[in-house]
């Protein structure tokens, strides 16, 4: 997440105007860095995955600014974030984890160009999910640019993984899926009804050791309750909001 523990806007009661996708075959949720994936999505990832959904990561940076350390060893620091990122999309899909694919752009330098699209697209393309998950590119006052751009990859993504004629040379089939959901949405209209996999949220957030200081503040026991009791907290706020016991929001894009 690099630096700021991202919160869920508490949208207005009536914003929300739909609940609860069918269950994909096939997902993927595309982030800036790793473990933004478990922030935005993870509790509606284990529902789908223990319900037979295969979900499949895709993280565009190498994580390599996810530090306060001026000293770290960057190199080593982005290696061992790729251990822990598998080791959370275990923890959240279990046997039902997919790939984890690393586009490896340096933190903080992520673009939303024409090469990176193509990237995005052949993920699609070749993983062929039905539902794709990102971040919302639209989000107003968001300062991280990474955060942005691979909101951006992932819409543009989308638009040229459906059609034929956009990145013809990859030699594959064109890929449409059935539905986006934005997360950290500025307008958030989607729900996802999460009670019972906030602990599968929390755990698959703690396999991300390496934040624990900058992003979760938590570098101690005392200090870890708190972060859990913070998401906690806010995803059973959701759910009060909405009458259900706890929750996931999103921006939902159909019709792709
Ligand atoms: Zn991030």
């Not at 706020?237 to 706890?246: F, I, M, R, T």
Request: glycine share 8%; aromatic share 6%.
């Amino acid at each position: 997440m690099n630096s700021n523990e991202p919160g869920q806007p508490v949208p207005e009661a009536t914003a929300i105007t739909s609940r609860n996708l069918p269950t994909p075959r096939i997902a993927l949720a595309i982030g800036a860095h790793p473990d933004d994936v478990e922030f935005g999505c993870g509790a509606t990832l284990a529902k789908w995955a223990a319900a037979g959904c295969v979900v499949h990561h895709l993280v565009c940076t190498d994580g390599s600014k996810g530090t306060w350390d001026p000293h770290a060893d960057t190199p080593a620091l982005a290696a061992r974030r790729q251990v822990e990122q598998r080791e959370a999309a275990r923890r959240l899909a279990g046997a039902r984890a997919g790939e984890v694919v690393f586009l490896g752009y340096v933190d903080g330098e992520l673009g939303s160009d024409l090469e990176a699209r193509g990237r995005v697209a052949l993920a699609i393309r070749r993983l062929r999910p039905d539902v794709v998950l990102g971040h919302d590119p639209w989000k107003r006052y968001r300062l991280h640019p990474d955060h942005r751009h691979a909101g951006l990859l992932t819409c543009d993504g989308i638009v040229a993984a459906r059609d034929p004629h956009f990145f013809p040379d990859q030699g594959i089939a064109h890929h449409r899926p059935e539905h986006l959901l934005l997360f950290e949405a500025d307008a958030p209209d989607h729900l996802e009804e999460v009670d019972g996999w906030i602990d599968h949220k929390l755990a698959a957030l703690e396999a991300h050791e390496s934040q624990f200081e900058s992003t979760m503040k938590a570098i101690d026991e005392s200090q870890l309750d708190s972060f859990r009791a913070r998401i906690r907290g806010r995803l059973t706020g959701l759910g009060v909001d909405h009458g259900v016991g706890a929750a996931e929001v999103f921006k939902l894009i159909s019709d792709l």
